[in-house]
């Protein structure tokens, strides 16, 4: 005999009105937040948790995957592009191919929203920086292409 659970039958996809594919928390804390007036419960506070939608979200986990040396994800030790190898070492041309390289052929792998479709990047050792510029494409979004540019330092990697 079936048992018929009719409790989420009201629920049905109350998500359906929303524009938007893609939802990802922000990981960087702000300290622009601001401590709520009401206790907690009383009303939805909007500034609790920041969330970027479809492409931001795509933009925000690049960022992420760049960031994120192997090893500091515990339950996925190698996730990230490893890409601190090169910082350290001098900055030539020869490095820059091979962190396009790694780039091309390793951020899909990380971030399968997308499809690389061109990447560039430029040594400058004056600077102690590489320039790097990625065509993307979003299977998801109607084939959307897009590029972000940034720089990557020996600390981090951020949006220009």
């Not at 490095?95 to 990380?110: C, D």
């Not at 299977?139 to 981090?156: A, I, Q, W, Y």
Request: proline fraction near 4%; charged fraction near 25%; avoid cysteine.
């Amino acid at each position: 005999m079936a048992i018929k659970l009719d409790i989420l039958d009201n629920v049905k996809n109350k998500d359906a009105y929303r524009k938007y594919t893609y939802a990802d928390l922000h990981l960087d804390l702000q300290l622009s937040s601001r401590v709520p007036d009401k206790p907690t419960g009383a009303s939805k506070n909007a500034q609790d948790l920041k969330l970027s939608y479809d492409v931001l979200a795509i933009y925000n986990s690049i960022k992420n995957i760049f960031n994120t040396k192997k090893g500091q994800k515990i339950l996925t030790p190698n996730f990230g592009l490893d890409l601190e190898q090169y910082l350290f070492d001098n900055i030539t041309k020869d490095n820059a191919k091979q962190i396009g390289k790694t780039i091309l052929e390793e951020l899909p792998f990380y971030e399968p929203r997308i499809t690389v479709e061109n990447v560039s990047v430029i040594a400058r050792p004056d600077a102690n920086e590489y320039k790097i510029s990625i065509s993307i494409i979003i299977p998801s979004l109607n084939n959307r292409k897009d590029s972000l540019s940034g720089t990557l330092t020996e600390t981090t990697f951020t949006y220009n």
